[in-house]
């Protein structure tokens, strides 16, 4: 079976290629044509061709799904927080048109494959742990905050009304043992935003990758399932990046920032805890646990855990005068007046609602 996968280059895609390919599957991985990718895709497992195309364009698309014939499309290209606050026009053009010209190109196809798209649970929008009832679930009601949650509401309702067999999977906050992906300090100013009493499941991208390689095949064909790891990934916000830290050798190294506002249900971000068991029922993703992937990164870090120790009181200062609310004054976190301020206004406009 031919899987195509998008943004296969990213976080995401390297992991759900990697499990595609392992799983025996032909894949082609795809992603926009840049010095970076070029150079992952001498890395890829063996056996996958990488084809590189824009999906803003539609001609290019039509050529690529026509060339390949998958008989699944595993959909992850998308431009995501926090860049996507920088350039909205952007946004809409890869996460609404881009699957829309790839909806067209695969309904087009003699035997239309199966379409699996990334969605995520920014389509909740803000959720303010002191008045939301239960956990999410595919059926609460989508009211996003963001033009990131407008976008994916969109992308949703694109791919439901298409003319092929569709899954969507909303995917909690994903998380990598991979030590790279926390270096980047514009991840961290994110973080570091975030009211740290907001709930937040995390799911390990190697499960994640699992779930794709799965829906692709198992009876889900027309549900929207959410992807969150196991009831250990259940976490407070400010508890994630400071045990990630931890387990690096950073103890401490992380400073705490602000709670949220009970009084004001906006002023949250759009993560919760979600009830995942029904993916967990046809999917079986469920494979790392939190305290799992905290071992996995105390060992891939080795010896250097204890030189990186001795700089956590270092690294504690400089990244306290680094934070959004550093010498603001404010008691809660304005999370979304934060972003707004650091990049631009997240809100979603009238076109995209
Ligand atoms: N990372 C998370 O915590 C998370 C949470 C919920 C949902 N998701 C969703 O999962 C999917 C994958 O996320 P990720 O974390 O791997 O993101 P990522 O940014 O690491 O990867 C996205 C990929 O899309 C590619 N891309 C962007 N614009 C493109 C274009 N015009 N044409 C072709 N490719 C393009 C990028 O080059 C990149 O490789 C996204 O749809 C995202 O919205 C991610």
Not at 137 to 164: F, H, Q, S, W
Not at 220 to 226: A, D, M, Q, S, Y
């Amino acid at each position: 079976m031919t899987v195509l996968v998008t943004g296969a280059f990213g976080l995401v895609g390297s992991a759900t290629v990697k499990r595609l390919a392992a799983d025996g599957r032909r894949v082609v991985a795809t992603d926009l044509d840049v010095p970076a990718n070029r150079k992952a895709a001498a890395a890829l497992p063996a056996g996958v061709e990488a084809r590189y195309a824009d999906l803003t364009d539609a001609a290019a698309v039509a050529n690529l799904v026509s060339a390949v014939e998958p008989e699944a499309i595993v959909h992850l290209a998308a431009v995501i927080p926090p860049f996507i606050y920088m350039n909205k026009p952007l946004a809409r053009r890869v996460n609404v048109d881009g699957t829309a010209n790839l909806l067209r190109a695969a309904e087009k196809q003699a035997t239309p494959p199966r379409f699996v798209l990334a969605s995520s649970i920014a389509v909740y929008g803000s959720r303010n742990p002191h008045t939301v009832e239960g956990v999410l679930t595919p059926d609460t009601p989508t009211n996003p905050a963001d033009i990131y949650g407008a976008n994916k509401v969109k992308a949703e309702k694109l791919v439901r009304e298409a003319n092929l067999d569709w899954t969507i999977l909303r995917l909690g906050g994903v998380l990598t043992v991979d030590l790279g992906a926390y270096t980047k300090l514009d991840n961290a100013y994110f973080e570091g935003l975030l009211p740290t009493d907001g709930r937040l499941q995390t799911v390990d991208v190697r499960d994640v990758a699992w779930a794709f390689g799965a829906a692709t095949t198992a009876p889900v064909i027309g549900e929207t399932l959410l992807i969150g790891g196991d009831d250990t990934h259940r976490h407070v916000q400010g508890d994630v990046a400071s045990a990630m830290a931890a387990a690096m050798g950073l103890v401490g190294g992380v400073p705490a920032g602000l709670k949220g506002d009970p009084k004001s249900d906006g002023d949250w971000f759009n993560t919760d805890w979600m009830d995942s068991s029904r993916a967990q029922e046809v999917l079986g993703h469920q494979h790392y646990s939190w305290p799992d992937m905290l071992t996995e990164t105390a060992e891939k870090i080795g010896w250097k855990r204890y030189l990186l120790r001795a700089t956590a009181p270092l690294a504690h200062q400089l990244l306290k005068r680094r934070a959004p609310y550093y010498g603001t004054g404010k008691i809660y976190a304005d999370p979304w007046g934060a972003i707004a301020e650091k990049w631009a206004d997240p809100r979603p406009e009238a076109e995209d609602l």
